[in-house]
């Protein structure tokens, strides 16, 4: 399928390394903020999430770090694999929990490039 | 669970005609978001639904295009007429409720427009 990373920034790293994309944010009322992987010719799928109470979160071979201060947000991937070639997207998200609908904003995504 | 079905997955038309996409999410969710995804951006949000009524419609180009999901359950976009720019792939998304929830998206419909 097109690549939906033709004109994005590009992170290539070699296999077995770690990577670390970065994502800033623009809204200060965001509270919850969500990565998403998007291979070529698929829809984006849900890697990890984490709200604004806490600085970091943990899942199988990724972390994410989250500093309210500078409005950044990382995604670090341990061992990096082929498989995990793709698109990765950050997206925001105000209070999930005011009581109000979820409207979840997307960055403009790195390109990932793992070499083997 | 079956995932988010989408469809055509690709469909090629001139300018100034119309097309149409369809969606049905996952069995259960409440909310159900069309994005459209040009090529080298990140999905931006057309429009929202939790149940059948739309909760955002803000970045929806009401002149051209139409989105309904009139049981609460499956949706169609709409576009007519295409203009060059719509270019672009049309995601469909679902999550549970309101609330913080993970949205699963499904493969995306691939327009083209000559």
């Known amino acids: 399928g097109e690549s939906v990373g033709l004109h994005l920034p590009t992170l290539s790293v070699q296999e077995g390394d770690n990577s670390i994309i970065n994502c800033a944010y623009s809204?200060?009322?965001?509270?919850?903020f969500i990565w998403y992987k998007q291979e070529s010719g698929k829809g984006p799928q849900f890697i990890i999430d984490?709200?604004?109470?806490?600085d970091k979160r943990q899942g199988q071979r990724v972390t994410v770090l989250l500093n309210k201060t500078v409005k950044h947000l990382s995604l670090q991937i341990a061992a990096t694999q082929p498989g995990d070639s793709a698109v990765y997207f950050c997206?925001?998200?105000?209070?999930?929990?005011?009581?109000?609908?979820?409207?979840?904003?997307f960055g403009t995504g790195t390109k990932l490039q793992v070499i083997p | 669970e079956a995932g988010v079905a989408q469809s055509p997955r690709y469909k090629i038309i001139e300018k100034r005609q119309s097309v149409a996409f369809w969606c049905n999410p996952i069995?259960?969710?409440?909310?159900l978001y069309w994005y459209q995804q040009i090529l080298g951006q990140g999905p931006k949000l057309l429009i929202q639904?939790?149940?059948?009524?739309?909760?955002?419609d803000s970045q929806l180009p009401k002149d051209r295009f139409s989105a309904e999901r009139l049981k609460g359950v499956d949706s169609t976009l709409k576009i007519q007429p295409a203009k060059l720019e719509d270019s672009a792939v049309y995601l469909c998304?679902?999550?549970?409720?309101?609330?913080?929830?993970?949205?699963?998206f499904g493969a995306g419909s691939r327009l083209t427009v000559l």
């Open positions: 069995s259960g969710h409440a909310t």
């Open positions: 639904f939790q149940n059948n009524g739309v909760v955002d």
């Open positions: 809204n200060s009322a965001s509270d919850y």
């Open positions: 997206a925001e998200s105000p209070n999930p929990n005011s009581g109000g609908y979820q409207k979840v904003t």
């Open positions: 984490i709200r604004s109470n806490m």
């Open positions: 998304a679902s999550s549970r409720g309101a609330g913080a929830n993970v949205l699963t």
